[in-house]
């Protein structure tokens, strides 16, 4: 028998931190879209961006939106558009301006899709639900978790024309992960509802609340977002381990900044960190 999940909380710790933990599409998102400056021991560290700024389209119930928001460009090119493969935007409050592939452009905030609430990965078997290819099954070929989007391989798909080469160009469609497409039960081979459960041996497993089958999860849905595969990954000298990772090395609550804990860790000379007088007029 396999419980429910709110009754098994605990065995959430079986899990691996370093793996619930995505810190590469965070870091690199960073590093692309905002720079971290120093400013001071008064203003301390803050941060800084070089994105384009472009203007929405204003339409008449859009008036008193934001002029001026900072650009997102999304698109179905992976795997090195790492903004489009982020779990947890690092900003949730900022409003973007979206630029679909259309061109169609948007005033919008990024819904994203923490890793414990996915339940449809690279390679599941999902049946679309909307659309012109209703009712039709495929392979999902991508999932862009910041907009909450999949991309089924052949179904959903638009054609462009190409005049100067007389052809014609065929790019899917992204589908909603919610409300477009449904995992299919492969015990009766039907659109099925489901949901995390934990086995009596501590294992998460997907369940279809239909029949209470398992289903299991695609080879790809255990590739990070920097396409290493944790159980072939070979760990170097280069590699920080799992305990060192998992160290909490600053304590929030401390008075001490975050500069001077560096310094008394590696012991160096925090000359260059003497407070400077301030003064208030």
Not at 21 to 41: G, H, T
Not at 91 to 112: F, M, Q
Not at 225 to 246: G, M, R
Request: with cysteine; charged share 30%; aromatic share 10%.
């Amino acid at each position: 028998m396999i419980p429910d999940s709110s009754r098994t909380l605990k065995l959430s710790q079986r899990m691996n931190p370093l793996q619930k933990f995505n810190y590469w599409p965070r870091y690199v998102a960073r590093l692309i879209r905002f720079r971290p400056v120093y400013r001071k021991e008064l203003l301390g560290w803050s941060f800084e961006t070089d994105h384009r700024f472009q203007q929405p389209d204003s339409l008449p119930n859009e008036k008193r939106e934001e002029k001026f928001l900072p650009v997102w460009h999304f698109s179905e090119k992976p795997p090195w558009n790492i903004a489009n493969r982020l779990s947890e935007f690092p900003y949730p409050n900022t409003t973007w301006c979206v630029i679909h592939p259309d061109g169609h452009k948007e005033a919008r905030k990024l819904r994203s899709m923490i890793p414990e609430d996915q339940l449809i990965f690279k390679g599941d078997r999902v049946q679309i639900l909307s659309g012109p290819d209703k009712g039709r099954i495929g392979i999902v070929s991508s999932v862009v978790k910041i907009r909450r989007l999949v991309y089924v391989d052949g179904l959903n798909y638009r054609l462009t024309a190409f005049r100067k080469y007389d052809s014609l160009k065929r790019s899917e469609d992204p589908l909603d992960i919610d409300t477009q497409v449904a995992l299919v039960d492969p015990s009766n081979n039907e659109p099925c509802k489901c949901s995390w459960r934990y086995t009596e041996e501590g294992n998460r497993v997907r369940v279809s609340l239909q029949t209470g089958h398992v289903i299991p999860l695609p080879a790809a849905a255990r590739y990070l977002d920097d396409l290493t595969d944790p159980k072939t990954a070979i760990v170097s000298s280069k590699d920080t381990c799992e305990p060192v990772v998992c160290n909490v090395s600053l304590n929030s609550t401390s008075a001490v900044s975050f500069e001077k804990s560096l310094f008394k860790e590696l012991k160096l000379k925090n000359d260059c960190l003497k407070q400077t007088p301030t003064y208030w007029y």
